[in-house]
């Protein structure tokens, strides 16, 4: 009683904003308000088979299904929550949008069949500079939502130079391998693996990512990303 009394006079001087829209938020929201959460635009690509980001890898890496939470458009809402995520510290928001995620793609037969949650990983000098991997938390909200597990540490970065963008598809498969590392194959043997990523522009990190994970024997990969800016 006296915490709950606490809480809502703390909040009268430091009201709690959404991460969206900068507005405060009510009693009972968290992080995102309500109306953010019905309006922010969702993409449903989960329940969409052959949609535009599986159309984006085919040719490239055989990936089963590929979606993503939001569309991705500059000055957006969502432009503005992963700029929190990621520059601003607010990890809270990674675990809110996994959390809503994780919901959504349990009305997917196709994700309900994952095994196991892999984030796209930061080479570790970069870790340690922000502190945190904003797709960890990403990954935290959806396994809570999801009742799957999520495996922090089954990819590693070895590289700490960023991008492919520019590589031609031989240079990109020449890199296989010498970008990512899987730290123990057996682990992930015979599974279904749901690489996480926060925003799919190109795709070749993602892509990189899948190739390793399917030199397991035996695996297949799926993709899920907070938003998407394919085509
Ligand atoms: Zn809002």
Redesign the pocket.
Known sequence: MLKEYLADFTSLIYPQL?A????GLYKGEEV??T???HYLPKTYYHLERNNAIEKHFWGRVNIERAASCYFFQRGS?VQHLIHQLKYKGKTEVGVAIGKIYGNDLNHSVDYCTVDVIVPVPLHKSKEMKRGYNQVDLFCEGMAETMNKPWSKHALERLKATETQTHKTRFERWENVGTVFHITNPDSLKGKHVMLADDVITTGSTLEACAQAILAVSDTRVSVATIACAVM
């Open positions: 959404c969206s829209c900068g507005l995102i308000c109306f953010c959460h809402r």
